[in-house]
Nanobody, 121 residues
Framework: QVQLVESGGGLVQPGGSLRLSCAASGSIFWIYGMGWYRQAPGKQRELVARISSGGQTNYADSVKGRFTISRDNAKNTVYVQMNSLKPEDTGVYYC???????????????WGQGTQVTVSS
């Protein structure tokens, strides 16, 4: 079993910054893709950013140039640095990882419990 624990959410004023972290623990051989998603009240969960095991990234158009996703494979951790935050960035942020528990095994998708980000003056 794999557990993902997020941290770093909170209340920030427009234009401010936050850095979210998500650490995986448990039965892990390798982590393929890692990503961040968010869900605003009354809306569907949407992709924020993803990073492959090789470091390739992709971002939602709404966050390009403001958010940066990164990963530390030694720590089984994914980060997202969020700058120039806007009220529309408000929501619950979830991390997601595709994890192989052992060599030559199929991977499974895991989600964190979510962390609240509120951008408001």
């Amino acid at each position: 079993q794999v557990q993902l624990v997020e941290s770093g959410g909170g209340l920030v004023q427009p234009g401010g910054s936050l850095r979210l972290s998500c650490a995986a623990s448990g039965s892990i051989f390798w982590i393929y893709g890692m990503g961040w998603y968010r869900q605003a009240p009354g809306k569907q969960r949407e992709l924020v950013a993803r990073i492959s095991s090789g470091g390739q990234t992709n971002y939602a158009d709404s966050v390009k140039g403001r958010f940066t996703i990164s990963r530390d494979n030694a720590k089984n951790t994914v980060y997202v640095q969020m700058n120039s935050l806007k009220p529309e960035d408000t929501g619950v942020y979830y991390c997601n990882m595709f994890v192989a528990p052992q060599a030559h095994s199929d991977g499974d998708s895991y989600w964190g419990q979510g962390t609240q980000v509120t951008v408001s003056s």
